[in-house]
């Protein structure tokens, strides 16, 4: 009998609500605080960065479901459902006897993931009057998809790249640019916060939390310009869920259900989106399922650092965040997973964690590329750097499997194609790759800038 290896659903099948996990939370994230007067945020005081319903989402901790606009839905069945796909090859290749199941991001038309959040960012900025978009980017992935859901709503799109990523990855700024977008590296020389960077370091190579305070800046003071974020907020976690309710269904037509749920961490809006609608089930029915966020070695958070509020940028423009954070002017090493490069976690993922209701685990380098290669010899598919710390957690607790001799079934997000990444891959290969590890002291002099607010 032929085994099915891809699963899909029909339009008529498509979620048509986001899943709010706050509100099934038994321990809700930490108020965000107003960085100048540290009181709780309100609504109200993200209306000058962020679109107002945005805004409303991000604090919503009661409403379990929100409803995805019908035009939004419309947009969305132009490349979802996305494929759930048995990874037979990859079994074969570790002889293991776990079940190993992918859900293929990367098939859309942007590549990655991130679309599904830069589309309803753009509707509730366009429906609400805005004319132009902001953001930061560093693989350049949420750069791309938010060029494109701006051009599909009629929006002026500026981006800040990471400047070492710009670098290592030119043909995403040309991604933008195809849409319409302009592309600036970061940090640059046309926001404030920029110019202070470069007088500091004038060799910054830029992070995630440089582009956002100069993508904050230029919001903050253009008429008609809202700020977009591309992960780490409770609002873009929300828009991600649906990955996750689509893997649910598609779980079912497989007919089984994960023991395992793992996803790449950067800020936590991929591995929010495969995980919580089946934390949901963890949180409300007490059902037993490992959820492994997969970092870079060189960035680790969740394994290494420290339950604060900080900022989610550099320059101290966002509100402070209760996350666990390396502090906010940590400079995380050059590695090619540009996506994955930011200091703190989003706040549900922190309480979550926490909580122990999640767990991090940090990736070397070296390992995700093989990991990648292995994955890309056995399925056919090159994976973004990113999604390839993922594979690699996946392959651990494969080997695990395969020690235990247990049936586990591992679940895990490809969250984007690699094929704007090739030289990262010709780096891999030529053997000029290495591994960065943080220092104790490295992480304890950033955080000393963090403020003792918890």
């Known amino acids: 009998m032929m085994k099915q290896k891809r699963f899909l659903l029909n339009e008529s099948e498509l979620p048509t609500h986001w899943y709010n996990i706050q509100a099934d939370m038994k321990n809700k994230p930490q108020d965000l605080l107003h960085p100048g007067t540290h009181q709780p945020i309100k609504p109200e005081d993200l209306y000058p960065i962020f679109a107002e319903e945005c805004a409303r989402q991000e604090l919503n901790q009661t409403d379990p479901w929100i409803e995805i606009p019908e035009e939004v839905l419309d947009q969305y069945k132009s490349y979802r459902s996305t494929p759930l796909v048995r990874a037979y090859g990859l079994e074969k290749v570790l002889d293991t006897p776990a079940h190993i199941y992918f859900k293929n991001e990367s098939v859309n038309p942007l590549g990655s993931h991130k679309v599904n959040s830069a589309l309803p960012q753009c509707y509730y900025c366009k429906k609400e009057g805005v004319t132009n978009v902001t953001t930061e980017t560093g693989a350049g992935q949420w750069g791309a998809a938010l060029a494109y859901a701006a051009k599909v709503f009629g929006l002026e799109c500026a981006v800040y790249q990471v400047k070492i990523s710009m670098q290592q990855k030119p043909y995403r700024s040309m991604i933008m640019r195809t849409f319409g977008a302009t592309v600036e590296g970061s940090p640059s020389m046309s926001t404030r916060a920029g110019k202070d960077l470069i007088t500091q370091n004038p060799n910054y190579s830029g992070s995630l939390g440089s582009a956002i305070s100069e993508a904050i800046e230029l919001a903050t003071t253009t008429p008609g310009c809202k700020y977009t974020l591309g992960s780490v907020l ?108 930011y200091h703190g976690a989003g706040v ?99 955080l000393e800038a963090v403020p003792q607010l918890i």
């Open 234 to 341: 409770s609002h873009v976690s929300l828009h991600q869920t649906i990955i996750g309710l689509e893997a649910e269904k598609q779980m079912e037509m497989a007919g089984e259900y994960p023991d395992i749920v793992i996803a790449c961490f950067g800020g936590g809006s991929n591995f929010s989106g495969i995980a919580f609608p089946f934390l949901r089930h963890t949180i409300l029915e007490g059902r037993q399922t490992t959820f492994i966020a997969a970092e870079p070695e060189s960035c680790p958070k969740l394994t290494r650092g420290q339950f604060r509020y900080d900022f989610g940028d550099e320059s101290g423009y966002t509100p402070l965040l209760p996350m666990y954070t390396l502090g906010h002017n940590f400079h995380p090493a050059n590695i090619h997973a540009g996506g994955l490069r």
């Open 348 to 446: 549900i993922v922190s309480q979550l964690l926490k909580d122990g209701l999640m767990q991090g685990t940090d990736i070397p380098q070296t390992e995700a590329f093989k990991a990648a290669l292995c994955f890309a010899r056995s399925e056919g598919i090159i994976p973004a750097p990113e999604s390839s710390h993922a594979i690699a957690a996946t392959i651990r607790e494969a080997l695990k499997a395969k020690e235990t001799g247990e049936e586990k079934v591992i679940l895990f997000n490809l969250s984007g194609h690699g094929l704007i990444d090739m030289t990262a891959y010709d780096s891999f290969i030529s053997g000029d790759l290495g591994d960065y590890k943080v220092t104790d002291d490295e992480i304890a002099k950033n």
